[in-house]
């Protein structure tokens, strides 16, 4: 993971390096591209959740690829689906988002061990004595399957009621075990992988009220016992029923003050343009507040395959283009995508602006907008600078021109490049990737 992070930093770096050489673009140094390098250099991680289903579309997976630095099985390693027949564990799925987190040095928060939701009928079924042991099996045969993997667990996950009762939620667990079932599955998830974060894991708890204070309580009690917890994950789920608390931030920082990690664990905002955006803005730099928030996790890569799908909460649409949610948070991070404002003469000013449009296993398609200032313009000039082996291959709307090394392109106005003020047009490029998915540099729009 150091090591990966590393070695991407030095390309980045020595990417940019290159492009200051050639066309002088200042201010974009060492500035992190994607929202897991972002997060990375503020000492935290940025996660989505995934399905193993979605993994062989191509889209999907370098979307996954390129801007995330952490993973959760969305449903993968659930009871139902790791242990719907007792005593018999079918990790297939799991292990396919296991082994790709790893093969691209992501973490993997693991999702979740104790839940009265998505719980086969046997568990539900059984008597006291049994359900103990079969609590403790559950969890001992998953964790010790994935031991040395996981970065941190959900033990318990969603085990309070909602509204101002402060009191537990009735499951197979509660009413059977006692108030201790909770005490008790730390306990023996600690024995089974010393190596791994163990989280209790909420929502609605997101700020001060009944439910999180309730939780809050019970992190304390366990603190002060020596019970085994390490962190509390807020998961996050916001709508306009249910938006960022205003104490939010406040509230992160309070479990923090009792000694464990926080993390955003199931990041959805419903919404869309700015508002969207201001909201998630709030979310990340809550967390970046909170020196033991640990890490961001998103609840998926795309709207298309969102839970909540139709109130688009992601960062990417369907389409797999960046929100402008995803722009406030990768800004939020102190991450760039690159362009931003450009000088000119007089008073002629225009901005450029990227994003990805498609992508291909072997490469991707990139769009430039450029867009004119409060002054009509009669030209502009954008660089775009690409990292070796990549390479640019075809481009549209523009006419090239080329440094030596062939990673920087200067693009231009095909023909008239009049634009009115506030107006704005678009050019395109491909990349071929040959390995490498990182965002092309978009250096500063030049007008005339
Ligand atoms: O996103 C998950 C969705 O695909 C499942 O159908 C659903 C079933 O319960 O669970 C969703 O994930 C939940 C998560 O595991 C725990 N917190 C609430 C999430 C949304 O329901």
């Keep these: 993971m150091r090591t990966r992070i590393r070695r991407a930093l030095v390309v980045t770096t020595a990417g940019v390096l290159g492009a200051v050489g050639v066309l002088s673009l200042a201010g974009t140094a060492n500035a992190a591209s994607t929202l897991g390098a972002s997060a990375a250099a503020k000492g935290r991680y940025f996660g989505t959740a995934v399905a193993a289903n979605h993994l062989g579309e191509a889209q999907y997976a370098s979307t996954l690829d390129t801007e995330f630095n952490a993973v959760t099985p969305e449903n993968e390693m659930k009871w139902d689906a790791v242990e719907a027949t007792r005593n018999s564990f079918n990790y297939g799925p799991a292990d396919q988002i296991v082994s790709h987190a790893q093969g691209k040095g992501m973490k993997v928060r693991g999702h979740t061990l104790v839940w009265y939701s998505q719980l086969p009928g046997w568990v539900g079924g059984l008597g006291t004595d049994d359900l103990r042991s079969a609590m403790n099996n559950h969890i001992t045969q998953v964790m010790t399957h994935y031991k ?85 994950g807020f998961q996050s789920h916001f709508n306009s029923a249910s938006p960022v608390p205003s104490d939010y931030q406040a509230n992160l920082q309070r479990f923090a003050d009792l000694g464990v990690d926080v993390q955003i664990t199931e990041l959805d905002i419903e919404g869309s343009g700015s508002a969207q955006a201001t909201s998630y803005g709030k979310v990340v730099n809550a967390c970046l507040a909170v020196s033991r928030c640990a890490g961001i996790t998103v609840w998926g890569v795309t709207d298309k395959y969102s839970w909540r799908s139709s109130g688009t909460p992601l960062l990417f649409d369907s389409n797999y283009s960046k929100k402008p949610a995803y722009d406030t948070v990768l800004s939020a991070l102190g991450g760039t995508s690159g362009g931003g404002s450009g000088g000119g003469t007089g008073g002629a000013t225009c901005t450029a602006t990227y994003t990805r449009t498609d992508t291909w296993s072997d490469r991707f398609n990139g769009q430039v907008t450029v867009k004119a200032g409060s002054s009509a313009i009669t030209g502009w000039t954008v660089p775009v600078t690409v990292t070796s082996p990549q390479r640019i291959s075809t481009t549209w709307n523009g006419s090239p021109t080329w440094d030596g090394s062939g990673n920087v392109m200067t693009m231009k106005p095909n023909g008239n490049g009049s634009l009115a003020a506030g107006a704005s047009t678009t050019f395109g490029f491909t990349v071929m990737t040959d390995g490498n998915t990182s965002a092309p540099t978009i250096g500063a729009c030049t007008a005339s």
């Design 148 to 232: 040395g993997k996981i970065y941190a667990w959900d033990v318990v996950n969603e085990a309070f009621q909602d509204g101002s009762s402060g009191a537990r939620r009735s499951s197979p667990f509660q009413d059977k075990l006692g108030n201790g079932y909770i005490e008790e599955a730390f306990r023996t998830a600690r024995a089974a992988d010393s190596g791994a974060k163990l989280c209790y894991n909420d929502y609605n708890t997101d700020g001060q009220n009944a439910k999180s204070n309730a939780v809050y309580s019970m992190v304390k009690d366990f603190k002060q016992r020596g019970v085994p917890i390490d962190c509390v």
